[in-house]
């Protein structure tokens, strides 16, 4: 066994998506332009919500910080493997590679209890309609997303402390284009067996008990409805659906990667593209849409904008 400590290696080398040059070209120009657009998308969001007093309740207070983590989320990874598609230094210093894996489960465990508050202002929203402004407070709403908040730094903290004391002796290369725990503690010279058990009980919990929380909410909810009005079921699951979809294209790839026990690495890198580039554009999409309000305010804005 290696008596190493961190010292000993002192960067990471990303593999990447492919070594092959057009498909690098292809790669940068796909993610260039798909980054571009979650940063436009998100902080439309953002700014529509901020700035129309209309959206200035519980449910669009959450959709606008829904937009930031997907926003920070995307900023974590993809700004980085556009620089090493274009210049080629595909490396990141070891404590540069630590810093992304807590932020980026800070900003995981953040967005999934964030998802729980917005299926909770659902809920309320749906079956207690009369006690909504009372629950759903401002007071609640700040409540609710300084949770999220804690309990995803709780979260990441947890994570990185079983891994604090690995040693690394030579290998270096990680085979993706970002770091994170499973790729992370593969490169270790001591035994990690019990490690990444503990690394995937730790994130399959707080995934997976989250996502059936969830799923168990939607079906109370349009139960609830159900059993109050038939006829109001569809309309019921017409305001769910687009968060509905929204838990799937997150919780997805999360639960794949952590849980799944048979791990493919060409899968992992598609189930990342899609966490880190294709759902933080599909969510504003989904919540603008498919939402009357949200597109008059962006019309209303729009229109003063131009009216300067």
């Given at each position: 066994?290696?008596?190493?400590?961190?010292?000993?290696?002192?960067?990471?080398?990303?593999?990447?998506?492919?070594?092959?040059?057009?498909?690098?070209?292809?790669?940068?120009?796909?993610?260039?332009?798909f980054?571009i657009?979650?940063v436009?998308?998100?902080?439309?969001?953002?700014?529509?919500?901020?700035?129309?007093?209309?959206?200035?309740?519980?449910?669009?207070?959450?959709?606008?910080?829904?937009?930031?983590?997907?926003?920070?989320?995307?900023?974590?990874?993809?700004?980085?493997?556009?620089?090493?598609?274009?210049?080629?230094?595909?490396?990141?210093?070891?404590?540069?590679?630590?810093?992304?894996?807590?932020?980026?489960?800070?900003?995981?465990?953040?967005?999934?209890?964030?998802?729980?508050?917005?299926?909770?202002?659902?809920?309320?929203?749906?079956?207690?309609?009369?006690?909504?402004?009372?629950?759903?407070?401002?007071?609640?709403?700040?409540?609710?997303?300084?949770?999220?908040?804690?309990?995803g730094?709780?979260?990441?903290?947890?994570?990185?402390?079983?891994?604090v004391?690995?040693?690394?002796?030579?290998?270096?290369?990680?085979?993706?284009?970002?770091?994170?725990?499973?790729?992370?503690?593969?490169?270790?010279?001591?035994?990690?067996?019990?490690?990444?058990?503990?690394?995937?009980?730790?994130?399959?919990?707080?995934?997976?008990?989250?996502?059936?929380?969830?799923?168990?909410?939607?079906?109370?909810?349009?139960?609830?409805?159900?059993?109050?009005?038939?006829?109001?079921?569809?309309?019921?699951?017409?305001?769910?659906s687009?968060?509905?979809t929204?838990?799937?294209?997150?919780?997805?790839?999360?639960?794949?990667?952590?849980?799944?026990?048979?791990?493919?690495?060409?899968?992992?890198?598609?189930?990342?593209?899609?966490?880190?580039?294709?759902?933080?554009?599909l969510?504003?999409v989904?919540?603008?849409?498919?939402?009357?309000?949200?597109?008059?305010?962006?019309?209303?804005?729009?229109s003063?904008?131009?009216?300067?």
């Amino acid at each position: 066994m290696c008596e190493a400590n961190y010292s000993e290696v002192s960067e990471f080398v990303f593999l990447g998506l492919s070594t092959f040059r057009p498909m690098q070209h292809f790669l940068l120009t796909f993610s260039t332009v798909f980054y571009i657009t979650i940063v436009l998308g998100n902080l439309l969001v953002v700014y529509t919500v901020t700035f129309d007093p209309r959206l200035h309740s519980p449910m669009y207070f959450l959709l606008a910080n829904l937009s930031f983590i997907d926003l920070c989320l995307s900023t974590l990874t993809v700004p980085k493997m556009i620089s090493d598609l274009y210049s080629g230094q595909n490396t990141i210093s070891f404590q540069g590679c630590v810093i992304q894996i807590f932020v980026l489960h800070v900003l995981g465990g953040s967005e999934m209890m964030l998802l729980t508050a917005m299926a909770l202002d659902h809920y309320v929203a749906i079956c207690k309609p009369l006690h909504y402004l009372t629950v759903m407070s401002p007071r609640m709403c700040i409540w609710l997303l300084v949770g999220a908040w804690l309990i995803g730094l709780t979260h990441s903290v947890t994570q990185l402390a079983f891994v604090v004391h690995l040693h690394f002796c030579v290998l270096n290369k990680i085979d993706s284009f970002y770091c994170d725990l499973p790729q992370f503690i593969k490169l270790a010279c001591t035994d990690t067996y019990k490690l990444k058990f503990m690394v995937t009980a730790n994130s399959g919990f707080i995934s997976m008990g989250t996502f059936f929380l969830l799923i168990f909410s939607y079906i109370f909810i349009l139960a609830t409805v159900w059993k109050q009005s038939s006829g109001g079921l569809s309309k019921a699951f017409s305001t769910l659906s687009a968060h509905i979809t929204v838990v799937i294209l997150f919780f997805g790839p999360c639960i794949f990667v952590y849980v799944w026990p048979f791990p493919t690495v060409t899968v992992d890198k598609f189930l990342a593209i899609l966490d880190f580039m294709i759902t933080p554009i599909l969510n504003p999409v989904i919540y603008t849409l498919r939402n009357k309000d949200m597109k008059m305010a962006m019309r209303r804005l729009n229109s003063q904008l131009l009216s300067w």
